[in-house]
């Protein structure tokens, strides 16, 4: 998988997929991923796009590494958005929030998500259709028992009792990844009892809700030691990376 390291790298990949028509596939999943350790950037350009609410986020965080994540975060989001829509210039992007803090844009189609674990930043972009992302660093350190009883239905903690140490980390966090996808999709954070999602099932892409809504999550590896997942409400054809992955394939 690619990594954007440069705004110049970030604009010749979209007029690529552009010229393509990547973009306009209302069943593709656009998703790019950045890593904030190996980004070369004016983070004081990054910051001067960011609106009033992002700009006390960032005086609110203690450590520098964290407001300059956040900066790359917010200001790179912008720059997408500019793009999709072709009609306004990254400063005059808008971005207004859900009951729960999910960042959206008013009176356009362009549909986005955003995941942060350690240096890593992914976003996804759909067109009409919502969609949810998340990635993880698996932390082989934490005691991911303590989390099970919010995270786990019964027949996920069944499963998992049966598998080894080191199978237990990874299918912990491939569940974890799955339903932060799908309340990140929904729009409820973690306001929403992940604990009542049957994420591991027989047709591993199909995860239906209590209120019987289903939905499509696709798990996929995002970089050594990294989880991610992707949920919409349609089935896709493709998540575009830099490269491709055909879904039926995964």
């Not at 604009?11 to 393509?20: D, G, R, S, T, Y």
């Not at 069943?27 to 004081?44: E, G, P």
């Not at 986020?57 to 072709?86: A, Q, W």
């Not at 350690?118 to 934490?142: C, M, Q, S, T, W």
Request: charge should be positive.
């Amino acid at each position: 998988m690619l990594f954007i390291k440069n705004l110049n790298d970030l604009q010749v990949l979209l007029l690529l997929q552009e010229k393509k028509g990547i973009l306009s596939n209302p069943n593709n999943v656009l998703a790019y991923i950045i890593d904030t350790d190996n980004f070369t950037c004016d983070t004081a350009l990054l910051y001067q796009l960011l609106d009033k609410i992002d700009q006390r986020r960032v005086k609110e965080y203690v450590k520098h590494i964290d407001k300059y994540r956040f900066i790359i975060s917010r200001g790179i989001l912008k720059y997408f958005l500019s793009f999709f829509t072709k009609k306004h210039s990254p400063k005059d992007i808008s971005l207004s929030y859900k009951r729960f803090g999910k960042p959206f844009m008013i009176n356009s189609n362009i549909e986005f998500n955003i995941s942060h674990s350690h240096n890593l930043i992914i976003y996804a972009f759909n067109i009409n259709k919502p969609v949810g992302i998340d990635i993880e660093f698996l932390n082989r350190n934490i005691n991911i028992n303590l989390m099970i009883p919010y995270v786990m239905t019964k027949q996920e903690l069944y499963i998992y009792e049966q598998l080894d140490v080191l199978e237990r980390y990874t299918f912990f966090y491939t569940l974890w990844t799955k339903k932060e996808s799908i309340i990140k999709f929904i729009g409820h954070g973690l306001h929403y009892p992940i604990n009542t999602i049957e994420a591991f099932t027989k047709c591993k892409k199909n995860i239906t809700l209590e209120d019987k809504t289903t939905l499509y999550c696709n798990s996929f590896k995002v970089a050594p030691n990294y989880l991610g997942a992707i949920t919409t409400k349609y089935k896709l054809n493709y998540i575009a990376y830099p490269s491709f992955y055909n879904l039926n394939d995964t």
